[in-house]
């Protein structure tokens, strides 16, 4: 498993390392010799190279939940299967699969990577929008921690839906670490929606705040809701290549379109 993942990470991160410089805060956070959930901001598909790239450099193996259409692609899925990645099905019986596995994962004292935010996200100026529960589920059935990870920079080397990287000048990618998510006042509770629900918004506004501090500026009152305006929780909502209206919804893409050729992660809901 880690043999593939280091073949892997040989390939993508020589490329990273020439196409963006990097800065990183916070590694001291990451937990010990104990498995953790790792909680980032998702705004280009390009973001799980950028979060695997910290955890493996600190010697942590990291096991992303991935839609489970990239597992049907002939060499990236014998490739994620065998570096440890888990599959996430979108609905039906073996949406909750993933979760089982991910929990074996914690008891072996590994990292999960779940995006609770399920997919790229919406909101026009890239801030974190409505999460989904997967992560508040996991944690909850574990007691594992939960880490926030917030990281800017990787969307001006891949634009969200772009068809190419933007090379020149060279970027810089900052990723920054923050303390476990305070849960304990959901501790013994049951999954109920309306628990699982308010546990993510907690994960979600400690996300934003580290990003926060990244950007520089404060986020817009109010998270994004894809519901609330009418757009589709999976695959692409604009054209690739295309510019999302800045001020108004997207349009939503075709019942049921995704595209299976992004590293877009699953959520587990």
Known sequence: MRLVFAFMAGIALPIMNGLTGKEWRGLEKLPAREGFIVVPNHCTEIDPIVVGHMLYSQNIMPHFLAKDGLFRTPLLGSLLRSSGQIPVERSGVGAGKSLDVARQVLADGGAVIIY??????????????????????????TGAKVIPVAHWGAQEVFPRYA??????????????????????????????????????????????????????????????????????????FVERGAKPAENKPAENTAPGQNDAGTTETGDAR
């Not at 929606?193 to 934003?208: G, Q």
Request: proline content about 7%.
């Open 116 to 141: 609770p935010e399920g997919t790229l996200t919406r909101d026009p100026g890239l801030w974190p929008m409505k999460g989904r529960t997967g992560a508040a589920r996991l944690a909850l059935g």
């Open 163 to 236: 068809k190419g990287f933007k090379i020149f000048p060279r970027k810089n990618t900052r990723v920054v670490v923050g303390d476990p998510v305070d849960l304990s006042a959901f501790a013994g509770q049951a999954g109920d929606k309306a628990t699982l629900e308010a546990m993510t918004e907690v994960i979600m506004a400690d996300i934003t705040a580290l990003l926060e501090g990244l950007r520089g500026e404060k986020a817009p009152g109010g998270r994004w809701d894809p519901a609330a305006h009418h757009q589709s929780m999976h695959g692409r």
